[in-house]
């Protein structure tokens, strides 16, 4: 048998996840939202996350699975949610799946190395709107 070259494994950054925090951060003050937000590797394991005064215990919660389900499948975890309202009720059953809108993956070109996830914004894409506000502050 021939030597296999290693795998190349890439991940979001300290550096690039606390950058995503700051900048999500920043627009739920300016939404004058109480939510958390969570940044996580390729594997789904936290790099950075808060929860702002007066956003309950919960809401981390949520926030950590969102992120945990956009880092595992690439997507955005509102298709989830969408699947779901389509009548995909085989989703509810899945471990590392919450069909709800708020993760986004975060990409280094078609490859997912992290996600990005909020919850306890308001209106019905005030998650997303802070999250993607922490996804541009990598461009």
Not at 34 to 40: E, R, S, T, Y
Request: no cysteine; net charge negative; glycine share 10%.
């Amino acid at each position: 048998l021939q030597a296999q070259q290693p795998i190349t494994h890439h991940s979001v950054s300290v550096e690039q996840a606390q950058a995503m925090l700051h900048a999500a951060y920043r627009s739920a003050v300016q939404r004058k939202d109480n939510v958390a937000i969570v940044v996580v590797d390729d594997h789904g394991d936290v790099i950075a996350s808060l929860r702002m005064d007066g956003a309950k215990a919960f809401v981390y919660e949520l926030a950590r699975r969102k992120a945990v389900t956009s880092a595992d499948w690439g997507s955005p975890s509102k298709n989830f949610q969408d699947a779901l309202a389509a009548g995909r009720t085989g989703l509810l059953a899945m471990d590392r799946v919450i069909p709800l809108a708020g993760g986004l993956p975060v990409k280094m070109g078609e490859e997912t190395i992290g996600a990005i996830a909020t919850s306890g914004g308001s209106g019905a894409d005030g998650d997303t709107v802070i999250s993607q506000a922490g996804l541009d502050a990598l461009k």
